[in-house]
């Protein structure tokens, strides 16, 4: 059955903005029988029917542009390392909206995890992020982080204290909903060929 998830106002975002040290080439244009494991995985939200956009850094613009319109296309804008980069710039944009994160690198990534998670948060209101937790380690790239909670961090931190945080800092203390992982190979990033 297919529902729209629209209406709380949840958006896809697919993180490429890496500098893919470890793979040593761009992990999202990596070919995928037709495609690329960018659009592989915006294709993996597209089934919910969500809005997607792609968070990349500014040299990736122009190769991107080959496979997905400007308009999805949010270039890192903020002083900040890493994917929490790429989640404020999309956030900078669209601040009312809720975002559900998700790496270009997992594609193993099952329907049905991405199911539960959306479930979760359409089900289980007030909680400013949802993710996934193995006992410790949150899994922060498969994770919904609501407009409300973002703009929380950002007032209570500023973004100038934000700039040697990681996604897992901001999870930790904030109020958020974890939910166990039942697949694991889901969570599997591929950074080496």
């Known amino acids: ?93 669209y601040p009312d909206e809720d975002l559900l994160l998700l790496a270009c690198d997992m594609i193993n990534m099952q329907k049905s995890t991405i199911e539960r998670l959306i479930n979760t948060y359409n089900d289980d209101a007030g909680h400013d992020f949802y993710a996934y937790r193995q006992d410790a380690f949150a899994e922060p790239l498969c994770a919904i982080y609501t407009g409300r909670g973002l703009k929380k961090l950002i007032r209570e931190q500023g973004t100038l204290s934000l700039q040697k945080w990681s996604l897992q800092k901001v999870l930790m203390p904030a109020i958020t909903k974890n939910l166990t992982i039942t697949e694991p190979g889901s969570f599997e990033n591929h950074n080496n060929l």
């Open 1 to 93: 059955m297919w529902i729209n998830y629209r209406m709380k106002q949840l958006r896809g975002v697919i993180i490429c903005g890496g500098e893919s040290r470890r793979m040593g080439t761009d992990k999202g244009l990596i070919r995928i029988g037709d495609s690329c494991w960018a659009a592989y995985m915006a294709d993996k939200l597209n089934v919910f029917g969500l809005p997607v956009l792609v968070s990349i850094n500014k040299t990736q613009q122009l190769t991107y542009l080959n496979f997905f319109s400007g308009d999805q296309l949010i270039v890192d804008s903020m002083d900040i390392g890493g994917p929490l980069n790429g989640l404020l710039s999309v956030h900078t944009l």
